[in-house]
């Protein structure tokens, strides 16, 4: 299929492999003796670590119950933020470069 502006070379894209992920997932998913999932226990310890007062369990709790705070982006007290620079893309075809002919050239130590 020939090129489509505007369309990716592997709209798939090759799916890079979760290798830790996927362990620590399959892990999870053991269940103990008492037919427990470890991920159940898991959280259980980490809400028990939140009503504890444990800041980074808190924070942990509240980010996947409601979702994380979007964070404001603002300039100092008195000024607004600015935009310093624009950053676009633009794809075109690549116009053939011409190279000068260095094949005399001598290396200078």
């Known amino acids: ?31 103990n003796h008492q037919k427990v999932e470890k991920i159940q226990r898991l959280a259980e310890k980490i809400v028990a670590c939140a009503l504890e007062g444990q800041p980074w369990a808190v924070q942990t709790v509240l980010d996947r119950a409601e979702g994380k705070v979007p964070q404001p982006i603002a300039g100092s007290d008195d000024q607004p933020a600015r935009v310093l620079r624009t950053i676009s893309w633009v794809i075109r075809e690549p116009k053939p470069v011409l190279l000068e002919d260095h094949s005399d050239a001598k290396l200078v130590e």
């Open 1 to 31: 299929m020939p090129y489509q502006p505007g369309q990716t070379g592997n709209p798939n894209g090759a799916k890079k492999p979760r290798i830790i992920t996927n362990a620590i997932l399959a892990e999870l998913k053991k269940t």
